[in-house]
């Protein structure tokens, strides 16, 4: 009675093996996309940091955020980022391929810190192992998440074997190993920075061995670790693919208000021009904005979005940002010379902190193509050229820093965060859970109430209430 | 010319005289009853045959007249009492009344004629214990049955279908849920009533044993009508035409209009004007002010102020619901001998939909048939074909369900035939709002969803009688078909939209069973008798389904994939649940199930019963350790009066039964063993892989039902009074499951065995005739009533998991299992609530007096009734009937999105108050110390209604789901004979009929508390529903 039921039970339309230059293809693709899609980068970081606004649907700008953004946020990363690179990791070891084994730690370790970075405390030494029968992962403490993370990149820079095997399947370096290290030691500086406030000792442990002169960092704009899409769907950026269909965003009044101040040459590529004229009465009248630069006060009611004038009349995102093959942005050479500035301001090492800044801004410029004479004028600037102190940092890297990572809406949120500079008003019209107060981080998804409900509650007591309000461990300020 | 025959009817068991007997001439309705003595006298027209002579509890007896004018005749008990035969599991005609376990039938004349077009749906009220849920009022929407309550936390509830023997398919391929998406129906209903005979629903665990894998949920068993009992040429016609209309539609508000904070003007639909963006109705109060608005004339450019007025309270009503009108035209020829016979019958069936636009329509041939090819050997087959076609329109929270915007984000001063008028006047897409909303007859028109599907449904059964006693059957069914499924969506002006799109959806299905049967009958002594079956069956499943989109065409209008102007992508529109990268997961879907069985029962002198079964399945479903299991039954029966020779008693018949049963299951899906990494398109060049987000397990085990059911039948009065009743318990254990795990773990589900639940119940049937049967005034009632607790008692063992989403909504509202609670749990955000004290319970305001959200989720309700029942009142007088039957719902509730947003956006009735001058909520507020006081803040209708409806969560959209429902009236008359007699005509009965009447009693702020998106099992979330409807409509049968 058993004869051919094995045949027929026999799946016929999946692999049940994988090929790791498919899968870090595809996790790298899908989870890129996910770090520049709705929930976390163009309804979540951009609008907190006030990059962009919303024209309408401005419930999130007023910091109502969706439950099935951070389910989608959490549920994306750990279960289609997480996993895959962790399987990379494990099949490095396996078939004793320590490039892969460092290519899957690194990526892992990336969006470990975007989760970590949004949501605080996160499954971080349970999770991955539900093979292992670990079904409710237990909660780390932010601090620890960060000691694992910053572990496993200096592991990851230690397992680069420029004549090991190769890497296939690898759409953000190509396989080129030296790239590899150079990212993995540059985000463990981001990684080390950003703890500085919260475990400064643990900082200036970490920095000393990076910023020693040896150890191999982003040396230009080629080195950044970026992800260019296509020209197709699925393969496009996804801020194209939203445009497809809706036209919510704009930029926000706060960028272009601080750009045009400071003559940034970058304002054009952030932002397009108003394409009409706004309300010539009422609260929101001005003049033509026909041309201009005219971007939207966050967190504005629906009424005031709808009285703020018709969809043409407000400054759309830059179109650099909305073309399908528009870059995804994991981490710049730029970001590493404000990271250089500010461990020399804070006393790390030595060095001139206001040549880095100069540096960093020159690589920023660099990045979206400005000339050398563009560069020159705006360095020139007395409200740019500043001299770095102890006493300033924290706003004159804080201001260049919130310009240079416009779009990366994740880590210019952590920054924001950090060095709580620019200074920016809140949402003029918040909802009460932000106790009119930037939100400082995202609520846990509400599945893991059910699925996972002892192991959130004792983060929760952990770590405060599971509200927007509620600050990181790093967040000390 | 008349003739007078008279006789005496005795019972033959004493020759006394026996009264009440129907003397009928064979065909028509002459007739006469016998006196008090048996005597009767009878004046019958000269073309009578043959005389019928009928008395319940008596077997019926069919004597010639030929040239005698005195006819006497002896009436023997009928031991089969009312002559009871079901027709059980396997095909078998077993005598109801040895029978351990609870079965009731529905016979073909209450489904032809008072005709639903989804033949389930005809079962609701009639049966206890098995609930019946409609999806909605669109043209060929599915319906859900539910026999003694949901045993499965995932897989399916409901019963097997099963014709002459034949297990069919009864798959829903609907892909509507909350989040839009098209109901394709279900399977069954391409069931046509008029080749039913009857149906039978074999409720318990005991019933259905011997179908293995598919029958712990129950199983239909339909017999068709056959020609094997015809003699000579019979001609049947009969056609019914019904109308359709919405039954009832939310309750809307008639006073404001378009807008917010009370203003509107309107320059372009898009926020030119004032507030002429939102789809909200917080604008200014009909008052026959002059506003611009989007029918307001443009004179110079300019468009001019026209009166502010309401369409009226029933616009939508009248005017956007069309009547629905369902022809059904059947025609049935059958013919035969002692031998052999056939019947043939063909059955068109024409839906047009309540919905513009929308449509059913069938095709149904028959042929069954059967010989006596010698006194050993039978043959007998019955094939079935239909070719169904559907227009159907979206469904759930869409912008292609056009009730999206109807119901909720609707400017209330819209009158809709001003709509229709832009449409077909070649404005196609000219809409009151040109921000979120298409025009509903642009979407109506132009984005259509339209399916076929192909089916047969064939077996051949070959019987020969190796002695009197021993049969051998050899049987194999068929039941094939393809469907094939085209959404088109033209451009949408709402959107960025550039190109019309295009998806087609291509599903196979094959379900075959082969089978051997050898069946004994054998009085082994004088008074005990054994009745015993031993068989073997092959069970071969397959699904092939595949979907292809061209997401962009090149030639506008033209929708077909050679249009595409981009590379095709699989998956897409039609956005499946069980999909990866848009596409489905497994297009090959294969399964094979070899099973032995066997069943016997022993009778003795025909009043005590002892049965059992047992079964062995092997399923390519399970791992090869698992894969073989074995399950049975074992049931009971004495039947009292007779055990204690009961006759002169007011208590005429009485019965006490009992079972236990086991019923194993290889879990819903196939290929739920082995981990799998899934592939997507390219990147670029590069192939992609993902590991799939779910956890299989290779350590699966078959689920099992425990059940049991213990029942008496009891009937008094000479069988007038009856009451039947049944208590049963069932226990699901180790469910094969896909449970949600955090994501952090490295997947979002896991399959395990896992999950524990347990239903119990009561039934009860109660059958009352005040009349007597002599009397020519008849009246049956018959009631039905069942209560089914359900729990949900466990998932795993080490109790971590602790619920299962069974379905969401769009907007975060689950139906979940939770552990300790009923099944169709409604999980989800409520209000803030004060837990104690003083003000226990009342909802804690913010500063600006208006509701919030409790941060932590509950149990806002459920999905699962606490009883349901139904009664049927049947009143007969001579050639004419009159029935009607009402049926209810007790308890449960469901969640609206239609409440949730249209109180959200003022469009509903419930937004009125406090409109002018705002309101002071009930509630309290917190004082700074952590104590509360009755609210004192006053806040605009518009935001307190938004926080209500919407934004403090789902607590203020969860309504009452129990409703009193006149299901059914149904009045019929048989032409007398002595119209027709002399003519070639036989018969000529019609009837009026009307369905889904008159919603008695509901609490559902005009909903039909009797929704769905689908017959999954997550019920109990409604989404601008489309309205269920009110059918009234006349048959005629002619009988040639």
Request: glycine share 10%; hydrophobic share 35%.
């Given at each position: ?14 692999a049940t093996v994988g090929n790791p230059a498919y899968v870090l293809t595809n996790a790298q693709r899908s989870n890129v996309y996910r770090l520049f899609d709705i929930p976390v980068n163009q309804d979540g970081g951009l609008l907190i940091v006030q990059h962009w606004a919303k024209a309408q649907y401005t419930e999130e700008d007023r910091y109502q955020f ?153 040396r230009n704009n080629a080195d950044n670790a970026e992800f260019v899409f296509l020209a197709a769907t699925p393969n496009t950026n996804p801020i194209y693919e939203n445009r497809l269909t809706r036209d919510d965003h704009r930029v926000s009044r706060s960028l272009t208000t601080v750009l045009s101040r400071l003559n940034d040459p970058r304002l054009p590529i ?208 | ?1040």
């Amino acid at each position: 009675c058993e004869k051919g039921l094995d045949a027929i039970g026999t799946n016929p339309n999946n692999a049940t093996v994988g090929n790791p230059a498919y899968v870090l293809t595809n996790a790298q693709r899908s989870n890129v996309y996910r770090l520049f899609d709705i929930p976390v980068n163009q309804d979540g970081g951009l609008l907190i940091v006030q990059h962009w606004a919303k024209a309408q649907y401005t419930e999130e700008d007023r910091y109502q955020f969706r439950d099935g953004s951070y389910q989608s946020i959490w549920d994306g990363f750990y279960a289609n980022g997480l996993q895959d690179f962790n399987y990379l990791v494990k099949q490095g070891e396996t078939t004793n391929n320590p490039n892969l084994q460092a290519v899957g730690l690194i990526m892992r370790s990336y969006f470990f810190s975007v989760l970590t970075d949004v949501y605080g405390d996160i499954p971080y030494s349970q999770a991955l192992r539900l093979q292992e029968n670990i079904i409710t992962p237990k909660y780390d403490r932010q601090e620890d998440v960060y000691k694992g993370l910053l572990a496993d990149l200096k592991r990851a820079s230690s397992l680069v074997d420029a004549s090991g095997s190769s890497v296939g399947g690898d759409i953000i370096y190509g396989g080129d190993m030296d790239h590899w290290k150079r990212f993995a030691n540059s985000l463990r500086l981001r990684l080390a920075m950003r703890i500085s406030d919260a475990n400064e000792a643990l900082t200036r442990t970490e920095v000393a061995e990076l910023l020693n002169g040896t150890t191999p960092l982003f040396r230009n704009n080629a080195d950044n670790a970026e992800f260019v899409f296509l020209a197709a769907t699925p393969n496009t950026n996804p801020i194209y693919e939203n445009r497809l269909t809706r036209d919510d965003h704009r930029v926000s009044r706060s960028l272009t208000t601080v750009l045009s101040r400071l003559n940034d040459p970058r304002l054009p590529i952030y932002a397009n021009p108003a394409e009409c004229a706004g309300p010539k009465t009422g609260n929101f009248a001005g003049p033509d904005s026909t041309g201009l630069y005219r971007g939207i006060p966050n967190g504005l009611t629906t009424a005031n979005a709808n009285a703020f004038g018709s969809l043409c009349s407000s400054s759309k995102v830059g179109s650099y940002f909305t073309s399908a093959e528009a870059p995804g942005v994991l981490m710049t050479y730029a970001e590493v010379l404000f990271f250089k500035a500010e461990a020399i301001a804070r006393g790390y090492i030595t060095g001139d902190a206001s040549a880095e800044y100069r540096n960093a801004i020159r690589a920023s410029l660099g990045q979206y193509g400005i000339d050398a004479a563009g560069v020159t004028a705006y360095l020139a600037q007395p409200s740019v050229n500043r001299t770095i102190t102890a006493a300033n940092y924290r706003e004159v890297i804080g201001t260049q820093k919130w310009i240079a990572l416009y779009g990366q809406g994740v880590e210019a949120w952590s920054e924001f965060r950090r060095l709580d500079y620019p200074r920016l008003s809140p949402a003029k019209s918040p909802a009460a859970a932000a106790a009119g107060k930037f939100p400082v981080r995202f609520r846990y998804p509400t599945n893991e109430q059910s699925v996972n409900a002892a192991s959130r509650a004792e983060a929760v007591a952990r770590q405060g209430a599971d509200v927007i309000s509620t600050k990181l461990w790093w967040d000390k300020f | 010319q008349d003739r007078a025959i008279s006789g005496r009817v005795t019972d033959r068991a004493n020759g006394q005289g026996l009264p009440g007997v129907t003397v009928l001439v064979k065909g028509t309705t002459i007739g006469a009853s016998t006196n008090s003595d048996g005597t009767y006298t009878l004046s019958v027209p000269a073309s009578a045959t043959t005389l019928s002579f009928t008395s319940i509890g008596y077997v019926s007896v069919d004597r010639p007249i030929g040239t005698a004018s005195t006819i006497d005749i002896g009436l023997s008990a009928d031991t089969k009492q009312l002559g009871e035969v079901v027709v059980t599991a396997l095909g078998r005609e077993e005598q109801k009344k040895s029978l351990g376990y609870a079965v009731q039938d529905v016979q073909g004349a209450e489904l032809t004629q008072a005709r639903e077009t989804n033949v389930v749906n005809s079962l609701a009220g009639r049966v206890a214990g098995v609930q019946i849920s409609n999806s909605t009022g669109a043209a060929g929407s599915s319906s859900r049955i539910v026999i003694r309550g949901p045993k499965s936390v995932q897989g399916n509830n409901q019963p097997l279908f099963v014709i002459d023997g034949q297990p069919i398919d009864n798959s829903s391929f609907s892909n509507s849920g909350a989040g839009g998406g098209i109901d394709y129906g279900n399977a069954a209903s391409d069931l046509n009533p008029d080749d039913i005979e009857s149906m039978t629903v074999l409720k318990g665990a005991n019933a259905t044993a011997l179908y293995g894998v598919r029958g712990s949920n129950g199983v239909v068993v339909i017999t068709t009508k056959s020609g094997r009992k015809a003699r000579g040429l019979g001609i049947s016609l009969n056609s019914t035409t019904s109308f359709e209309s919405a039954l009832t539609i939310p309750d809307l508000q008639n006073e404001y209009g378009q807008g917010n904070n009370g203003e509107f003007s309107y320059v372009d639909g898009q926020g030119s004007g004032v507030n002429d963006g939102s789809d909200e109705s917080w604008g200014p109060r009909f008052n026959g002010q002059l506003i611009p608005q989007y029918n307001s004339p443009v004179v110079n450019g300019v468009r001019q102020a026209t009166p502010w007025v309401g369409p009226g309270k029933d616009n939508l009503k009248k005017h956007f619901f069309e009547t629905g009108r369902t022809l059904t035209n059947n025609i049935a020829v059958s013919g035969g001998n002692e031998k052999a016979g056939v019947r043939v019958s063909f059955t068109n069936l024409d839906s047009k939909g309540i919905l513009y636009n929308t449509y059913l329509r069938r095709n149904t041939v028959n042929v069954n048939g059967g010989a006596d090819i010698t006194s050993k050997f039978k043959v007998s087959t019955n094939i079935n074909y239909s070719e169904t076609r559907g227009r159907r329109p979206g469904q759930g929270y869409d912008e292609l369900n056009v009730m999206q915007q109807l119901y909720t984000w609707y400017g209330r001063q819209v009158d809709v035939r001003d709509l229709k008028n832009y449409y077909e006047s070649g404005q196609r897409n000219y809409n009151w709002n040109s921000n979120y909303h298409n025009n509903p007859y642009f979407v109506l028109g132009e984005a259509t969803n339209d399916d076929q599907r192909d089916r047969i449904i064939g077996n051949l059964t070959l019987t020969y009688a190796l002695t009197d006693w021993l049969n051998l059957t050899a049987r194999t069914t068929n039941d094939i078909y393809n469907q094939f499924n085209q959404r088109r969506v033209p451009i949408e002006t709402i959107s960025n939209d550039v190109q019309d799109d295009y998806t087609e959806e291509r599903i196979r299905v094959l379900e075959r069973n082969t089978e051997f049967l050898a069946t004994a009958n054998r009085n082994l002594t004088e008074d005990i008798n054994l009745d015993v079956l031993l068989g073997a069956n092959r069970r071969d499943a397959e699904l092939d389904r595949s979907q292809i989109a061209a997401p962009e065409l090149a030639v506008p209008g033209l929708f077909t994939l050679g249009n595409s102007a981009s590379p095709l992508v699989t998956g897409n529109n039609f956005g499946t649940s069980n999909s990866n990268n848009g596409g489905i997961l497994n297009p090959v879907q294969n399964r094979r199930v070899n099973s032995v069985y066997g069943s016997g029962r022993i009778g003795y002198k025909n009043w005590a019963f002892l049965g059992g079964s047992y079964r062995n399945d092997w399923s390519s479903n399970l791992p090869a350790n698992a894969r073989s299991f074995g399950y049975g039954s074992v049931d009971a029966s004495v039947v009292l009066t007779d055990a204690f020779g009961i006759t002169d008693s007011p208590l005429s018949f009485a019965k006490i039964r009992a079972g236990i049963a086991n019923a194993g299951n290889d879990g819903t899906f196939a290929y739920q063993t082995q981990d799998i990494f899934t592939g997507g398109t390219a990147f670029g060049t590069d192939p992609v892989q993902t590991i799939f987000n779910t956890s299989y397990n290779p350590n699966l085990k078959p689920e099992n039902t425990a059940s049991y059911e213990a029942g008496v039948e009891v009937r008094f009065l000479k069988d007038r009074i009856g009451l039947d009743v049944t208590g049963y318990k069932t226990v699901t254990t180790d469910q094969i499951i896909t449970v949600l795990t955090s994501a952090s773990a490295g997947y979002t589900s896991k399959v395990l065995n896992a999950g524990e639940v347990t239903n119990q119940g009561i039934e009860a049937i109660l059958t009352v005739a005040p009349f007597a049967a002599e009397s020519p005034f008849q009246w049956n009632i018959t009631a039905n009533f069942a209560a089914n607790r359900n729990r949900v008692v466990k998932f795993d063992d080490e109790g971590l998991i602790k619920n299962f989403v069974i379905g969401s909504s769009g907007f975060n509202t689950n139906i979940e299992a939770r552990v300790g609670e009923r099944y169709g749990a409604i999980f989800a955000t409520g209000f803030l609530k004060v837990p104690d004290g003083q003000y226990a319970g009342q909802l804690i305001l913010d500063a600006n007096g208006l509701p919030q959200a409790d941060p932590t989720r509950r149990t806002l309700g459920y999905a699962t009734p606490d009883w349901i029942g139904g009664i049927t009142n049947r009143f007969g007088y001579k050639g004419m009937e009159l029935s009607f039957t009402i049926d209810t719902r007790q308890g449960g509730e469901f969640q609206s999105e239609t409440v949730m947003w249209g109180t959200y956006a003022g469009s509903l009735a419930n937004t009125l108050e406090g409109r002018e001058g705002g309101l002071v909520a009930a509630g309290v507020l917190r004082n700074a110390d952590g104590s509360f006081r009755p609210n004192d803040v006053r806040a605009t209708a518009e935001d307190y209604y938004k926080a209500y409806g919407y934004i403090a969560g789902r607590e203020g959209s969860v309504l009452d789901a129990s409703f009193v429902k006149l299901r059914e009236v149904r009045f019929g008359y048989q032409l007398p004979k002595s119209l027709i007699e002399g003519t070639f005509v036989k018969g000529v009965g019609v009837s009026f009929v009307g369905r889904n009447l008159w919603l008695i009693k509901s609490n559902a702020m005009g909903l039909d508390p009797e929704t769905s998106f689908n017959n999954g099992n997550a019920q109990g979330l409604e989404s601008t529903q489309i309205p269920s409807v009110r059918s009234l409509g006349f048959n005629i049968n002619v009988t040639l």
